[in-house]
């Protein structure tokens, strides 16, 4: 990719680009990988600080523009916060894109397939999404004649049963069942029928069936999600964490990490290394979850009702430590993207609530972090307030008074520009 100025500014971030495979893109202006030219930059500049922004739920390179565009303005417009990190303060910003839309979000109601519309389109769209493939192209066909044959069947005949087996084989489905597990392993098991059922509760409490699909299309929810959470790792434990670490090689910036959704998976796989391993010659200075589409369990000393801890538990624990800073989460009752899609897609869960009690599949984003002993709960501030965050410490950051408030889709997942949450970005950077 390339540098990018922000509108009506003179503030300018660099954009990352992976492919679906979890592969660097080979498209920089320049030739190569982008990541060489920013190393370069990096090692010319020697910024004091590196921001580092993941998106999630997007899927294509102008969406996450827009994104980084206010994400990062939101951050610079803070002109108070900015004073506060001292002098001098040479900021580096990085954004991130990778393929990350969800089966079915790419337009409300689109899987219609009535007259007029093109079932062809939508088998090619949907099996291009899985990563295509005549094994693939085959079960996702299987699986949309019988939709079309029935678009309301509330039951899943053995038929379509055996072509989500065929497609999940091809792509390597792997959800156990287990809390405990990888973000693409804690899910539950493949369960067509269930994905059906807990779609028609999500639609009927919440009327969101336009996002979905719905009857017997729902079991590519279940893929689906499998799939993002499955990428998100791969890039964050691969490329990405290696990326980090040829940037700490090169200068003695302080490296702060940001992620929303998904790409709270990202970040969290960047700080853990490949599968837990951890790697870095220094610890991230601090990381913000932002509405976190990954498991409430992810950095539990001992996941409920099991004997075993979080996938990404080694971030808190190992020694030197991960993140010295502060690690922050946001979660917020209005965002029916974490707290009904989600459980209803990796746990295929049929009451979807914000319940007191905590679930065995729920979000980040929902929940916080939970199962850790000395995680602070409190409140979002305004621009204006004081954190005093600690080195070490996890804080868990009620937000619904600021986040997801807008109108829209899934709640409006990704309305998280507000100045509040820049400004406990802010206070997590000064704490370094």
Same mark, same amino acid.
């Given at each position: 990719?390339?540098?990018?100025?922000?509108?009506?500014?003179?503030?300018? @971030? !660099?954009? $990352?680009?992976? =492919?679906?495979?979890?592969?660097?893109?080979?498209? =920089?202006?320049?030739? !190569?990988?982008?990541?060489?030219?920013?190393?370069?930059?990096?090692?010319?500049?020697?910024?004091?600080?590196?921001?580092?922004?993941?998106?999630?739920?997007?899927?294509?390179?102008?969406?996450?523009?827009?994104? @980084?565009?206010?994400?990062?303005?939101?951050?610079?417009?803070?002109?108070?916060?900015?004073?506060?990190?001292?002098?001098?303060?040479?900021?580096?910003?990085?954004? /991130?894109?990778?393929?990350?839309?969800?089966?079915?979000?790419? %337009?409300?109601?689109?899987?219609?397939?009535?007259?007029?519309?093109?079932?062809?389109?939508?088998?090619?769209?949907?099996?291009?999404?899985?990563?295509? !493939?005549?094994?693939?192209?085959?079960?996702?066909?299987?699986?949309?004649?019988?939709?079309?044959?029935?678009?309301?069947?509330?039951?899943?005949?053995?038929?379509?049963?055996?072509? @989500?087996?065929?497609?999940?084989?091809?792509?390597?489905? %792997?959800?156990? !069942?287990?809390?405990?597990?990888?973000?693409?392993?804690?899910?539950?098991?493949?369960?067509?029928?269930?994905?059906?059922?807990?779609?028609?509760?999500?639609?009927?409490?919440?009327?969101?069936?336009?996002?979905?699909?719905?009857?017997?299309?729902?079991?590519?929810?279940?893929?689906?999600?499998?799939?993002?959470?499955?990428?998100?790792?791969?890039?964050?434990?691969?490329?990405?964490?290696?990326?980090?670490?040829?940037? #700490?090689?090169?200068?003695?910036?302080?490296?702060?990490?940001?992620?929303?959704?998904?790409?709270?998976?990202?970040?969290?796989?960047?700080?853990?290394?490949?599968?837990?391993?951890?790697?870095?010659?220094?610890?991230?200075?601090?990381?913000? /979850?932002?509405?976190?589409? $990954?498991? /409430?369990?992810?950095?539990? =000393?001992?996941?409920?009702?099991?004997?075993?801890?979080?996938?990404?538990?080694?971030?808190?624990?190992?020694?030197?430590?991960?993140?010295?800073?502060?690690?922050?989460?946001?979660?917020?009752?209005?965002?029916?993207?974490?707290?009904?899609? @989600?459980?209803?897609?990796?746990?295929?869960?049929?009451? +979807?609530?914000?319940?007191?009690?905590?679930?065995?599949?729920?979000?980040?984003?929902?929940?916080?972090?939970?199962?850790?002993?000395?995680?602070?709960?409190?409140?979002?501030?305004?621009?204006?307030?004081?954190?005093?965050?600690?080195?070490?410490?996890?804080?868990?950051?009620?937000?619904? #008074?600021?986040?997801?408030?807008?109108?829209?889709?899934?709640?409006?997942?990704?309305?998280?520009?507000?100045? #509040?949450?820049?400004?406990?970005?802010?206070?997590? +950077?000064?704490?370094?």
């Amino acid at each position: 990719m390339s540098f990018h100025t922000i509108p009506n500014t003179t503030v300018e @971030y !660099g954009l $990352l680009a992976f =492919d679906e495979d979890g592969r660097e893109r080979t498209d =920089d202006i320049a030739g !190569g990988t982008f990541s060489r030219t920013l190393l370069e930059r990096i090692e010319r500049d020697k910024p004091t600080n590196v921001f580092l922004f993941s998106h999630g739920w997007k899927g294509d390179s102008e969406a996450a523009i827009d994104q @980084y565009n206010r994400w990062i303005k939101a951050m610079t417009d803070l002109t108070a916060d900015v004073r506060r990190m001292g002098s001098p303060f040479t900021p580096m910003w990085i954004g /991130l894109h990778w393929p990350s839309l969800p089966w079915g979000e790419e %337009s409300s109601g689109s899987f219609d397939v009535g007259p007029g519309a093109s079932i062809d389109t939508l088998i090619a769209r949907t099996a291009a999404h899985f990563g295509g !493939g005549a094994e693939t192209t085959a079960a996702v066909t299987d699986i949309f004649k019988a939709f079309a044959k029935d678009p309301g069947a509330s039951d899943v005949p053995p038929a379509v049963n055996a072509a @989500y087996k065929r497609l999940a084989d091809a792509i390597g489905f %792997s959800a156990k !069942g287990d809390p405990s597990g990888a973000p693409d392993e804690e899910g539950e098991p493949l369960d067509p029928q269930a994905a059906l059922d807990a779609d028609n509760v999500a639609a009927q409490s919440f009327g969101i069936a336009g996002t979905i699909g719905g009857g017997l299309l729902s079991g590519f929810r279940q893929l689906s999600f499998w799939t993002m959470k499955k990428r998100a790792r791969t890039v964050g434990e691969g490329g990405m964490h290696a990326f980090i670490d040829a940037v #700490q090689r090169r200068c003695n910036a302080k490296i702060h990490l940001m992620g929303h959704s998904f790409g709270c998976v990202i970040v969290s796989g960047i700080a853990n290394g490949p599968k837990g391993a951890g790697g870095f010659s220094r610890p991230i200075n601090s990381m913000t /979850l932002v509405q976190g589409a $990954l498991s /409430l369990w992810s950095y539990a =000393d001992q996941v409920q009702g099991s004997t075993s801890p979080g996938y990404f538990r080694g971030v808190l624990t190992r020694q030197p430590p991960a993140v010295s800073g502060p690690i922050l989460t946001t979660r917020s009752r209005h965002d029916t993207a974490v707290g009904v899609l @989600y459980p209803s897609a990796v746990g295929l869960v049929r009451e +979807a609530d914000f319940a007191d009690t905590l679930p065995k599949y729920g979000a980040i984003g929902a929940f916080g972090i939970q199962g850790r002993a000395g995680v602070i709960d409190r409140p979002m501030l305004d621009v204006d307030g004081e954190y005093n965050f600690k080195p070490g410490t996890v804080t868990n950051l009620e937000s619904s #008074q600021f986040i997801a408030k807008k109108e829209g889709a899934s709640g409006a997942h990704s309305d998280i520009d507000g100045p #509040q949450v820049a400004h406990a970005m802010w206070q997590a +950077a000064l704490v370094s």
